[in-house]
């Protein structure tokens, strides 16, 4: 599970910590990856794990697109309301997306069936169900690989130099405009990727996004936002804890232990579990 | 003074119902009041102090469910446990308050939001609340009512709107209000200058989370049917965060402005567009659009004109006194 979190909290935490955005239509995003993923297996019998190569592009031009229109309009906004500002921006983004996806497919529960949505792969005495691991490849390899190209390419380098002053990284040189969309495509298309893996494992319908993006809010809160390595471990820490509720009480008391969690580390180390102080 | 304007506003509305008012429109009404109370009392904590509260509806539902417990189990008047409905609501406010109140901005907002979900939960996992199954509540008749029923709903809800619009009111211009301002324009200065920063974060939290459970109090007995999903009901946290903003925030005429005209949007757009989810879509619109065009809510170019209407009238009355 956590490797899956983690697919669907980068996104959240970078837009969090390059842009100070807060964005809460990401939900939306993984859901929307979801519905690809199910819809190309219905119509067209794409194996889901085949039909991120329609889902990532379309939600990386979404994304890209989505940062743009805030781009544009934020211009006379003062960086210091930014925060509140996209808030409501990308409020707004999750109400349309929300309504046109019951619109457009209705708020049925749904669940993408495969072949193998109930096998599962043996390693010595643990049994790891196939989508979970699927998740867990996808979220590793994935979220490793943006935290490289973070630390070692030169758009890596100007993504974190606008992290760290915007006012500086654009004396220097960076289009910071170009880099937020960067950022921002990269996190949807990540979260696209999470939709699929998050459609083979659970059921889902519009609405369930509420669910998850507070899920994905505690983990980057106990990673601390911006920070991928920070975000990784905060995914399997919570991915742990909430199977362990499951496993000695009921799967409906995991999330309370989950956001009981996230209230603790919020008091006692606002800045995230791995955060600097 | 300023509470005298609201006796005839509250009479009128009160005898609304008595005047020949078509029942088939007191729901819709009871609807608009109810949002306009939850906006209201959002606004008392996030738009004078600028903390964002995502919880509105876990306050909310601990109002519902302080009615519906006695009334399922015992057949306690919904009516009474009405105000203790919000003095339960406001003690959570008071005893989460100050870990919650510590964090700011984004924080505080995920922490609410947090704090709805855990409560919604709690409801669900412990039996004696009907856990996920919920309970039916006996349907009042008139004579427990003592007038027809949602009548009594909807004095209850105006009695609680009027309540907190007065408060609200109250507040935006009082020493208190001002010092909930200073706390949004920079806690640290308000801090320096000697305001009791804490302290009136969480008053104002727990005037907020009082209405919020109150209404919740009333909604339970008139849907007469309590369920986790149902008494916590995101919308709640959301419909006052959108309505508030789209009325303006820190006034306390927008949120009841926004209230109104978002209620009876979705409400005319549910009946008359038969397509799932449309209220949602151009909710979003809306809402985009007067971020990005009219930040203050649709209050600030209403104001404008009042203003410069007034100022038109005081300009015409003083050109008429001079000539004479």
Redesign the interface.
């Known amino acids: 599970m956590g490797g899956l979190y983690a697919l669907l909290a980068s996104g959240l935490s970078l837009a969090?910590g390059v842009m100070n955005e807060?964005n809460i239509a990401h939900g939306s995003i993984a859901i929307l990856g979801s519905y690809v993923a199910y819809w190309a297996l219905q119509l067209w019998g794409i194996d889901p794990v085949v039909s991120i190569a329609i889902s990532v592009p379309f939600c990386l031009v979404l994304g890209a697109a989505l940062q743009q229109f805030v781009n544009m309009?934020s211009t006379r906004?003062p960086q210091a309301k930014i925060?509140?500002?996209s808030?409501?921006?990308f409020?707004?983004?999750?109400?349309?997306?929300?309504?046109?996806?019951?619109?457009i497919w209705?708020?049925r529960f749904r669940a993408i069936r495969t072949a193998y949505n109930q096998t599962s792969v043996f390693l010595g005495p643990i049994a790891l169900p196939l989508p979970t691991l699927i998740g867990f490849v996808f979220g590793t390899a994935l979220t490793l690989a943006v935290y490289y190209s973070l630390k070692k390419t030169y758009t890596g380098m100007a993504v974190r130099a606008t992290a760290d002053d915007r006012e500086i990284a654009m004396a220097m040189g960076i289009n910071t405009h170009r880099i937020y969309v960067y950022t921002f495509a990269i996190g949807s298309g990540l979260a696209a990727i999470g939709g699929m893996c998050l459609g083979l494992l659970s059921i889902f319908y519009?609405d369930i996004q509420?669910y998850w993006i507070?899920r994905l809010?505690?983990i980057v809160?106990l990673g601390g936002m911006g920070n991928l390595l920070g975000t990784y471990l905060g995914s399997l820490i919570l991915g742990v804890a909430v199977s362990l509720t499951t496993v000695f009480t009921?799967a409906?008391?995991a999330?309370?232990v989950a956001?009981?969690m996230?209230?603790i580390v919020?008091?006692v180390r606002?800045k995230g579990l791995f955060g600097a102080r | 003074m300023r509470l005298a304007m609201w006796i005839p506003i509250a009479a009128l509305f009160a005898s609304l119902p008595f005047l020949g008012l078509p029942k088939e429109m007191l729901p819709l009404l009871i609807l608009i009041l109810m949002f306009c109370a939850l906006a209201t009392s959002w606004n008392i904590l996030a738009g004078y102090a600028g903390y964002?509260s995502f919880g509105q509806a876990g306050f909310f539902g601990i109002g519902a469910y302080v009615t519906a417990m006695p009334l399922y189990y015992q057949g306690v008047n919904p009516f009474l446990m009405v105000p203790l409905a919000g003095v339960a609501s406001a003690s959570l406010a008071f005893v989460v308050g100050y870990?919650?109140l510590?964090?700011r901005?984004?924080?505080f907002?995920?922490?609410t939001?947090?704090?709805a979900?855990?409560l919604q939960?709690?409801v669900?996992?412990v039996p004696w609340t009907g856990g996920?199954v919920g309970l039916p509540l006996p349907i009042l008749t008139a004579s427990e009512t003592f007038i027809e029923p949602i009548v009594a709903y909807y004095l209850a809800m105006l009695g609680v709107t009027l309540a907190a619009l007065i408060v609200s009111q109250a507040v935006e211009n009082s020493k208190f209000g001002y010092g909930l301002i200073a706390i949004r324009e920079s806690e640290e200065v308000a801090e320096s200058a000697g305001v009791p920063t804490l302290k009136f974060k969480i008053l104002a939290f727990m005037l907020s989370t009082f209405f919020a459970g109150m209404v919740g109090g009333i909604w339970a007995p008139w849907v007469a049917y309590v369920q986790p999903i149902g008494a916590f009901p995101?919308f709640v946290s959301?419909y006052s965060?959108?309505m508030s903003?789209f009325g303006g925030i820190g006034t306390w005429i927008g949120p009841m402005l926004g209230a109104i005209i978002m209620t009876w949007l979705q409400q005319y757009l549910l009946t008359n567009v038969r397509?799932?989810?449309?209220?949602?879509?151009?909710?979003?619109?809306?809402?985009?659009l007067v971020?990005?065009t009219m930040?203050n809510g649709v209050i600030a170019p209403v104001r404008k004109l009042v203003s410069s209407f007034g100022a038109i009238v005081r300009r015409v009355g003083s050109r008429k006194g001079s000539s004479d």
């Open positions: 969090w807060i309009t906004i925060e509140f500002y808030y409501l921006i409020f707004g983004m999750l109400f349309i997306s929300e309504g046109l996806m019951v619109a209705g708020g519009p509420f507070t809010f505690a809160v009921t409906s008391w999330d309370v956001y009981v996230l209230i919020l008091t606002p | 964002i870990p919650c510590k964090l901005g984004a924080y907002a995920i922490v939001m947090a704090l979900f855990i939960l709690i669900w996992n996920g995101i959301i965060v959108v903003v397509i799932a989810g449309i209220d949602n879509i151009i909710f979003g619109a809306i809402l985009i971020v990005i930040p």
